[in-house]
């Protein structure tokens, strides 16, 4: 068990100190560990990439990419730790991100088919936004959390330390390792929808003097959905091994291996009419019973780390992913007013992408008279072959109504045309960033420079065009602690972001760039708790948008500003209570555009906040957890090809979310039995739309799980 947090007296005399009282009215071992759970002693310190201890990480690599005391990095990044995504039952990132301020599910190019999300105002690229420990993966798919210690969100433009990626931020999933001791977790959900799912995390050695460690996450899922004739199945399974070949030289690998196979109506949402979210029960399937969606993917993954002494470190990560998916679903066209609307056929035929990525950093700390540096010297490598196999629309179109849809065979699965389309999308960057403390550790400046090189083509239709664009950016912050457990800090920092080109329109564009200003503070409240205030100006050009006279080429939207409030707080209030809270303002609008001077971006509430509270009561083993999740009201569009016409509103709303779970232990193995109701008072809510009305996201309706949990 790893603990963070100290005390004036010795840990072990406090442990014990307080825990005297329970074991003399229950001497048995789990009675012991669920109050030395709650006692926060001195032991090994967190691990920027390891576990955290409750709710409140205090150090993460994410930021800055070295070991970094979050009090000490002139950035905003926020942790969810894997504690409360097990007490949340989080089952997808979307379950783990609402805990984050300005960060929001949003639907992506292929609906729900992958992970999307808006981080301050902007979207993050639906097909690499994600990053699996530092490194940038393919996210089709909407990824699996069984195997993730962490989810770290970086807030701002993040292309310094991780190449070309849209501003708003980035998104990474920390791992988990394999670790000395040894257990076994095994856990059995069940819930709504004949919701069925088994999942497994089994750690040890397979050496006598520990040398070599593994470690097995495993997860199989099945559920009818909550639309009519739907289904989601799911496997996962990741196994890994890591050697530590010498005291300074270890070497870990592994491969992830997901497959996922669901009704096409489970991602596309709904529609709309002249009014907005036409009103139809949830569980109405607009789309047919037989579209579906299934991919696989495979990542394999190498990661070697040497210490040369206590000062100077080199690190290699290497991933390589393999993945292909089938689509042979429907694309819906608004409705009327009647709730009359329109089904063809949308889909692709084998698609395939194969990704290669690395990254190789050095780091080593110094010192220059009365400054402490820490310097990261590093170069990485992404490269990107894809080929839909055929991306197919059109046909036939099969006439149906919102309150009585026609599930008939569909004449345009034997009708539709289809279309070439693939790219490849090659960056090489190289950077470097000097974290420097001094002032007796008080005065903390960060600097870094990156060079990127890219070179990006696409083929659609009958035509391609390509682009190689060529960066260099920067970003500095300054940091200074006004007490020990309280500081202020300021940043700016620039990226890069997508190549900009109409292929159709044989037109290459200036790159997508972006800007931000932050300024900021924390503060640990006490050793378990901490809050994070910034305050932002985040402005991305060069945004395109499609050509209002030809919806087929691509035209230059513009400048967009975002700027906004946020608010974090995390950790451990007294020795049984547990809270994680967070509110964000956001403004995001075009502030450049000859076509949408003033207008806001479609799908991000001004105003979001969470609050998750859980409470332990003492040794008794039962605890209690509960939770909203605010949304204010969202702007919608009725055409994407001119987003400043039509606008209508996807209305505000609230989830409640509630939980209990008690601990036992049966034949001496700790148990854990637990109960989670999301959106417990079945609210009916839209967070996001694509940008017009034939693709309006849903959120889930009321979803009750019960699990249990054996740990030996």
């Given at each position: 068990m790893s603990h963070s947090h100290s005390f004036l007296l010795?840990?072990?005399?406090?442990a014990l100190y307080l825990?005297?009282?329970v074991f003399a009215q229950n001497d048995t071992q789990l009675e012991q560990i669920?109050?030395?759970?709650t006692v926060k002693v001195e032991a090994d310190a967190e691990a920027a990439g390891g576990p955290v201890d409750g709710y409140h990480a205090q150090r993460s690599a994410t930021g800055t990419k070295t070991d970094t005391p979050l009090l000490e990095t002139p950035v905003s990044v926020q942790v969810v730790s894997r504690?409360?995504?097990?007490?949340?039952?989080?089952?997808?990132?979307?379950?783990?991100?609402?805990n984050v301020s300005g960060v929001y599910t949003r639907q992506g190019p292929d609906g729900n088919t992958m992970d999307s999300f808006n981080i301050r105002g902007f979207q993050v690229h639906s097909y690499g936004g994600s990053y699996m420990d530092g490194v940038k993966d393919f996210s089709r798919a909407p990824k699996e959390t069984q195997g993730l210690e962490r989810v770290e969100v970086l807030k701002g433009p993040s292309a310094i330390m991780y190449g070309r990626i849209e501003p708003g931020g980035m998104i990474n999933r920390v791992s988990k390792k394999p670790q000395a001791e040894e257990f076994t977790k095994l856990?059995?959900?069940?819930?709504?929808?004949?919701?069925?799912?088994?999942?497994?995390?089994?750690?040890?050695?397979l050496a006598a003097n520990q040398?070599?460690?593994?470690?097995?996450?495993?997860?199989?899922?099945?559920?009818?959905?909550?639309?009519?004739?739907?289904?989601?199945?799911?496997?996962?399974?990741?196994?890994?091994?890591?050697?530590?070949?010498?005291?300074?030289?270890?070497?870990?690998?592994?491969?992830?291996?997901?497959?996922?196979?669901?009704?096409w109506a489970l991602t596309y949402g709904t529609v709309g009419n002249a009014n907005g979210p036409v009103d139809v029960p949830i569980s109405t399937n607009l789309h047919d019973k037989d579209d579906n969606y299934r991919d696989d993917s495979t990542s394999w993954f190498l990661t070697w780390n040497h210490e040369f002494n206590e000062n100077w470190n080199l690190q290699q990560r290497i991933t390589y992913v393999d993945r292909s998916s089938v689509a042979q679903g429907s694309l819906l066209s608004a409705a009327d007013l009647a709730g009359n609307y329109t089904r063809t056929y949308w889909g692709w035929d084998d698609e395939e992408a194969q990704i290669a990525s690395t990254n190789l950093d050095l780091t080593g700390k110094f010192s220059t008279g009365a400054i402490d540096h820490t310097l990261l010297v590093g170069i990485d490598y992404f490269d990107e072959d894809y080929d839909s196999g055929g991306?197919?629309?059109?046909?036939?179109?099969?006439?149906?109504?919102?309150?009585?849809?026609?599930?008939?065979?569909?004449?345009?699965?034997?009708?539709?045309?289809?279309?070439?389309?693939?790219?490849?999308?090659?960056?090489?960057?190289?950077?470097?960033?000097?974290?420097?403390?001094?002032?007796?550790?008080?005065?903390?400046?960060?600097?870094?420079?990156?060079?990127?090189d890219a070179d990006y083509y696409s083929f659609f239709g009958a035509s391609g065009l390509g682009a190689r664009d060529k960066q260099t950016t920067w970003r500095g912050g300054v940091l200074y602690k006004v007490i020990p457990t309280a500081s202020i800090y300021a940043s700016y920092v620039e990226g890069f972001g997508s190549s900009n080109t109409s292929a159709q329109a044989g037109i290459v564009f200036d790159p997508q760039t972006s800007n931000q200003y932050e300024i900021g503070t924390k503060i640990e409240l006490t050793p378990a708790v901490g809050i994070t205030v910034a305050a932002f100006q985040l402005v991305k050009d060069n945004l395109t948008m499609a050509d209002p006279n030809d919806i087929t080429k691509i035209i230059l939207a513009g400048e967009a500003t975002s700027k906004g409030l946020e608010i974090d707080l995390s950790g451990q209030i007294t020795d049984y209570w547990k809270i994680v809270a967070s509110y964000a303002y956001t403004d995001v609008r075009y502030t450049r555009s000859d076509r949408m001077q003033g207008e806001r971006l479609h799908s991000v509430p001004r105003n979001g906040a969470s609050l998750w509270n859980s409470y332990h009561f003492g040794a008794s083993g039962w605890q209690i957890g509960g939770g909203i999740v605010y949304r204010s009201e969202r702007l919608g569009l009725q055409r994407a090809t001119n987003p400043a016409l039509y606008p209508y509103m996807m209305d505000a709303y609230t989830l409640l979310d509630v939980m209990v779970a008690y601990e036992f232990d049966v034949a001496k193995l700790p148990v854990k039995a637990q109960l989670n109701i999301s959106n417990a008072t079945d609210?009916?809510?839209?967070?996001?739309?694509?940008?017009?009305?034939?693709?309006?996201?849903?959120?889930?309706?009321?979803?009750?799980?019960?699990?249990?949990?054996?740990?030996?």
């Amino acid at each position: 068990m790893s603990h963070s947090h100290s005390f004036l007296l010795h840990p072990l005399t406090l442990a014990l100190y307080l825990a005297t009282p329970v074991f003399a009215q229950n001497d048995t071992q789990l009675e012991q560990i669920r109050v030395l759970k709650t006692v926060k002693v001195e032991a090994d310190a967190e691990a920027a990439g390891g576990p955290v201890d409750g709710y409140h990480a205090q150090r993460s690599a994410t930021g800055t990419k070295t070991d970094t005391p979050l009090l000490e990095t002139p950035v905003s990044v926020q942790v969810v730790s894997r504690e409360l995504m097990d007490d949340q039952q989080v089952l997808t990132i979307s379950d783990a991100i609402k805990n984050v301020s300005g960060v929001y599910t949003r639907q992506g190019p292929d609906g729900n088919t992958m992970d999307s999300f808006n981080i301050r105002g902007f979207q993050v690229h639906s097909y690499g936004g994600s990053y699996m420990d530092g490194v940038k993966d393919f996210s089709r798919a909407p990824k699996e959390t069984q195997g993730l210690e962490r989810v770290e969100v970086l807030k701002g433009p993040s292309a310094i330390m991780y190449g070309r990626i849209e501003p708003g931020g980035m998104i990474n999933r920390v791992s988990k390792k394999p670790q000395a001791e040894e257990f076994t977790k095994l856990q059995q959900q069940i819930g709504s929808e004949n919701y069925f799912r088994t999942t497994l995390d089994t750690n040890g050695t397979l050496a006598a003097n520990q040398t070599l460690l593994y470690r097995v996450n495993l997860a199989v899922e099945n559920s009818d959905g909550f639309k009519d004739d739907t289904e989601n199945k799911r496997v996962y399974i990741a196994p890994q091994i890591e050697w530590h070949a010498t005291e300074k030289t270890s070497v870990r690998t592994g491969v992830e291996y997901q497959e996922n196979d669901r009704s096409w109506a489970l991602t596309y949402g709904t529609v709309g009419n002249a009014n907005g979210p036409v009103d139809v029960p949830i569980s109405t399937n607009l789309h047919d019973k037989d579209d579906n969606y299934r991919d696989d993917s495979t990542s394999w993954f190498l990661t070697w780390n040497h210490e040369f002494n206590e000062n100077w470190n080199l690190q290699q990560r290497i991933t390589y992913v393999d993945r292909s998916s089938v689509a042979q679903g429907s694309l819906l066209s608004a409705a009327d007013l009647a709730g009359n609307y329109t089904r063809t056929y949308w889909g692709w035929d084998d698609e395939e992408a194969q990704i290669a990525s690395t990254n190789l950093d050095l780091t080593g700390k110094f010192s220059t008279g009365a400054i402490d540096h820490t310097l990261l010297v590093g170069i990485d490598y992404f490269d990107e072959d894809y080929d839909s196999g055929g991306w197919a629309s059109g046909g036939t179109a099969q006439p149906s109504n919102v309150f009585n849809p026609n599930h008939n065979d569909a004449p345009y699965d034997l009708n539709h045309p289809s279309s070439k389309y693939w790219y490849t999308n090659k960056n090489t960057g190289a950077y470097v960033q000097d974290q420097m403390a001094m002032l007796d550790d008080r005065l903390h400046i960060m600097v870094g420079l990156r060079y990127d090189d890219a070179d990006y083509y696409s083929f659609f239709g009958a035509s391609g065009l390509g682009a190689r664009d060529k960066q260099t950016t920067w970003r500095g912050g300054v940091l200074y602690k006004v007490i020990p457990t309280a500081s202020i800090y300021a940043s700016y920092v620039e990226g890069f972001g997508s190549s900009n080109t109409s292929a159709q329109a044989g037109i290459v564009f200036d790159p997508q760039t972006s800007n931000q200003y932050e300024i900021g503070t924390k503060i640990e409240l006490t050793p378990a708790v901490g809050i994070t205030v910034a305050a932002f100006q985040l402005v991305k050009d060069n945004l395109t948008m499609a050509d209002p006279n030809d919806i087929t080429k691509i035209i230059l939207a513009g400048e967009a500003t975002s700027k906004g409030l946020e608010i974090d707080l995390s950790g451990q209030i007294t020795d049984y209570w547990k809270i994680v809270a967070s509110y964000a303002y956001t403004d995001v609008r075009y502030t450049r555009s000859d076509r949408m001077q003033g207008e806001r971006l479609h799908s991000v509430p001004r105003n979001g906040a969470s609050l998750w509270n859980s409470y332990h009561f003492g040794a008794s083993g039962w605890q209690i957890g509960g939770g909203i999740v605010y949304r204010s009201e969202r702007l919608g569009l009725q055409r994407a090809t001119n987003p400043a016409l039509y606008p209508y509103m996807m209305d505000a709303y609230t989830l409640l979310d509630v939980m209990v779970a008690y601990e036992f232990d049966v034949a001496k193995l700790p148990v854990k039995a637990q109960l989670n109701i999301s959106n417990a008072t079945d609210e009916t809510y839209y967070p996001s739309t694509y940008g017009n009305l034939n693709r309006i996201a849903q959120g889930n309706p009321r979803s009750i799980i019960a699990s249990i949990n054996v740990h030996f």
